[in-house]
């Protein structure tokens, strides 16, 4: 079993910036492919952005051109950019490896002037 664990969010101001990680444990994590979701409240869970194991990346309309995914094997860890922040982007954050069916806990992510 993989163990995700994401780490980064907060609370920041419209027009700001956060970086979330997404760290992991358990298996060679350089062969997966690693996508973010969101879910705010009252809304389905949303597919934020996805890399695979050869750094293809793709990326929600809602968030082209402000978030970018990335991920550094050595440190079994991916990562996701996320600039320009707006009200909406608030949401609990979750990691997830399709491949395995894994979700990490979530982190929330809060953008509030």
């Known amino acids: 079993q993989v163990a995700l664990v994401e780490s980064g969010g907060g609370l920041v101001q419209p027009g700001g910036s956060l970086r979330l990680s997404c760290a992991t444990s358990?298996?060679?994590?350089?062969?997966?492919?690693v996508a973010w979701y969101r879910q705010a409240p009252g809304k389905k869970r949303e597919l934020v952005a996805a890399?695979?194991?050869?750094?293809?990346?793709n990326y929600a309309e809602s968030v082209k051109g402000r978030f970018t995914i990335s991920r550094d094997n050595a440190k079994n860890t991916v990562y996701l950019q996320m600039n320009s922040l707006k009200p909406e982007d608030t949401a609990v954050y979750y990691c997830?490896?399709?491949?395995?069916?894994?979700w990490g806990q979530g982190t929330q992510v809060s953008v509030s002037s």
């Open positions: 997830f490896l399709p491949q395995v069916n894994e």
């Open positions: 890399i695979t194991a050869e750094s293809r990346t």
């Open positions: 358990g298996r060679i994590f350089s062969i997966y492919t």
